[in-house]
Every structure is written in structure tokens, then in C-alpha cells.
């Protein structure tokens, strides 16, 4: 039997045989980099005619087949509690990361992890800095990944907003005067890559900061997005935890580019001493079985990150020369998700995307006119080019 070797170019540099792409990757990835929808979205289009879902970042490329091997061979464990599994991910995970088990903790999702952050950083000031909780801030970028405020809200703790700078960058500056200005402790949250704008903090001055952390001035780098990063221009906030910090927390996630969000698997890499801290903020067994397993096999899963990278670079070439063609800004992209000008309101632009098909990002703060745009399998991106153009045509955008 002859097998035809068909060459898939699903991106820059990037090139893998069929053969390669079902023995490592999987189906999912050729339906998705071919052309046809990812096995997720298609199983839903099937259902009913399901918009395209553009709007909440997951990984358009859906469950990493490795991770659906390593699942059906381990559910037959799932009357068991978790602990084996948890030991052998969470083993996994500083083998990956170079730290100790020690410095890491799991959460049921980064959004655990968050909380857990903003309920030991609380404690922390109160037990050693003597602060009473009005005298605790939350200081923030403004648009940002909001659950922090609301954690931080529900322990009566300040939460002080600072809007992005004209750039739309994370106002460091202004930050740090708020800090400067209040007389009492700062939990400071950064989400780099920013979500919504996918823009990275500058290294320098980040890391500069981070280097002044103390029970006073605690840290929280949120890196959902770090593995869709430009490798040249990130650098990862777990160098400064290495640097024996422990006033920081970073927070990573199983849910954006390793496609495991309805899993719930995201951690934290922190000092041991704040990571005792975190785990008594933790519920008892917040891990599953079903989540360490998958977490592990997509750890190791490089075929899976070089697919879904090409996968996002296709993405991003095609919607940036749709928007270069109507003369739509766009910033620069660190993510699976890009921020674009829509020359007019978001939320009118929102609702007839909704009516065409296309569920995009909602309105943020400080920001209408532009949107967040969530980046599909080239195909799917294909028809939002489409679109978009038509909504031109229509003097829409
Ligand atoms: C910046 C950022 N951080 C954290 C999360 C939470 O992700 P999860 O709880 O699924 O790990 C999200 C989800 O969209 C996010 O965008």
C-alpha cells in the first residue's frame, strides 16, 4: 500500500508529514491546520450550528491527542484519590521549570491559584507586616484579567485600578506611585502577557520591581498566556522566584495553549515559605485525577506546542493582513488572542459579529473602539476575515 506523504505547511519553518501530525498530534491538529474545524468546535457546530467561539481564548486546536491516550488509560483509577497522579504532575512540573516541589503549588485552575495568592498575601501583611485590612491595597492594571479584584474585594482589601498608558502598556510608573502614595501594604497584580491587549511588560523594569518585593509589597505575575510569548522578548517571572523571592507569586495554566480548560490545572511557582502560605489558603484535594494525567502527557507534548504555535502565527499572518487592508490598528501579539481597532463602538461591533456567527471578545475599560479577538484555526480565522470584510463593506468598521 503506497502512503502518500502529504506535507502540511502550517506555518513558518514548521512542516510535518500527515503521518507525523496523527502519530503525535493527532486528528484534531490535521482537521484543524487543513482546513476543517477543530474537533472541539466541529463536534459543536455538528449539534447545533454553534457560533464560531472567538471570544474566551481556549485552544482552537482542542484536547491534545496525548492527553486523550493518557485519560482512557488512567479513568479506571478515578475511585481512587489523587495523590499518585498529583506527585508524578507536580514532579513533572518542577523537572520542567527547574524548581523544587517545594516551590510549586496546584490549583484547580490558575484562578485557584490567584485566589490563593491575594488570600496568602492578606495574611501575610496582617501577621507580619501588623497591617489591619484597610490598610491593604490591590493595585492592578486597568484592563486586566479581572477575578484578582473580586478576590481581593471579598476580603475587604482596596483594589486600586490604573488605567493602561496611552500605548496601552501596563503603566508601571503610575503603579508605583500608587504604591508610593499609600501608606500601608501592596499586593500588586501583572498579567504579562496582558490579557486583553496580548502586549509584554518591558523585562527590566519588571524585573527591577519584582527584585524590591517584601511583606509590604507582594507580587502576583499572572503568565497564562507565557508559552504563546515571543521567546526574544518574555522572560518568564520564575527566574525571580528562583532568585529566592518570597514575597512573588507566578501563576501558570493548563487552559490556554496545552487545551485543557474544561480540566481545571493551573499552579503557582512561589518560595516554599509562601507556598505553605498559599496551601492553607487551599481547599483539601483540589486536584483530579483527570487533570494531573492530561496536564502531564501535554507537559511533554512538544508536537503539540510547535502545532498550536504555528497553528496561532497562520492565524495571527491572516487576520494581520485583513487588518493591514482596512487600515485597522492592531498591537503587537503575545498570545492566542490579538487587540484590534474596530473603528466604532465594541459592543455594536460585538453584537453583529454575535449576528454573523462569530462570538468575539466583550468591552473593556478605557478601551472602547477596540477588541480582543481570540485566534481560531487558520480556516476559522479565514471566515472572520471574511467578515470583517463585509462589515466594511457595510461602513460597520
Ligand atoms: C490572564 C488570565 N489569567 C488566568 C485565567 C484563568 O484561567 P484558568 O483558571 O482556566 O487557569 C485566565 C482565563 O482566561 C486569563 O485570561
Known sequence: MIIKRIIIQIGEGVELSRRELLGAGGAACVLA????QSVSHATKASASAAPLLLNFNENALGVPPSCMRALSQQLPQAFLYPDAPKAEFMAALAQYHGVTAEQLIYG?????VLKMSVDAMVTNAIDNAGAKVTEIQLVMPDPSYGVVADYASARGVKVVAVPLNSELQID???????????????IIYLCNPNNPTSLLMATDP?????????????FIVDEAYGEYANPKTF???????KAENPYLVVTRTFSKIYGLAGLRVGYGVAHPQMIVAMTRQASIDNANLAGCVAATAALSDNTWLALSLASQARALALVTQTLDALGLKHLDCNAN?????VNGDTDLYQQRMKAAGIL???KFNHTNGWNRLTLGTP??????????IQFRQQGWV
Open 33 to 36: 491546520l487543513t482546513g476543517c
Open 108 to 112: 484547580n485552575g490558575s484562578s485557584e
Open 172 to 186: 508601571l510608573v503610575a503603579m508605583q506611585a500608587q504604591v508610593d502614595s499609600f501608606n500601608g501594604c501592596s
Open 206 to 218: 519588571l524585573q527591577a520591581w519584582l527584585a524590591q518585593a517584601s511583606v509590604k509589597l507582594q
Open 235 to 241: 522572560v518568564s517571572a520564575v527566574a525571580a522566584v
Open 337 to 341: 488572542f490579538m487587540f484590534h481597532q
Open 360 to 362: 468575539v471578545g466583550r
Open 379 to 388: 480556516e476559522q480565522m479565514e471566515k472572520f476575515c471574511r467578515t470583517l
